[in-house]
């Protein structure tokens, strides 16, 4: 059974950065895609960025785009993602999440059904 641990967050100031990891325990991310989520309070979970499990395709929701990058590491078995820029309203709890993938073709895709969760840490962007 996949296991995800989301790690990195923090309270940082507008206009500052933060990484965090998603680490993955009990099973290789090998045929996983990995998508990240926010949920900030008062509004539903929203599907912000997501990467293949080659690493090769990455999609970000409109929100982060040009200010977060999503990235993965197969031999220490995490997945990251960096968030610049960062603003006031990025404050949420960020989650990661798999889903299986063993089809041929390159997949990942921002929200939608997942096999396995984090348990989310907290981002506050605030002065």
């Known amino acids: 059974q996949l296991q995800l641990v989301e790690s990195g967050g923090g309270l940082v100031q507008p206009g500052g950065s933060l990484r965090l990891s998603c680490a993955g325990s009990?099973?290789?991310?090998?045929?996983?895609?990995i998508g990240w989520f926010r949920q900030a309070p008062g509004k539903k979970r929203e599907g912000i960025s997501c990467?293949?499990?080659?690493?090769?395709?990455?999609i970000y929701g409109d929100s982060v785009k040009g200010r977060f990058t999503v990235s993965g590491d197969n031999i220490w078995n995490t997945a990251y993602l960096q968030m610049n820029s960062l603003k006031p309203e990025d404050t949420a709890v960020y989650f990661c999440?798999?889903?299986?993938?063993?089809?041929?073709?390159?997949?990942?895709?921002?929200?939608?059904?997942?096999?396995?969760w984090g348990q989310g840490t907290q981002v506050t962007v605030s002065s």
């Open positions: 999440a798999a889903k299986a993938w063993y089809g041929a073709n390159d997949y990942c895709a921002v929200g939608g059904e997942q096999d396995h």
């Open positions: 009990g099973y290789g991310l090998d045929y996983y895609a």
């Open positions: 990467i293949s499990s080659s690493g090769a395709t990455t």
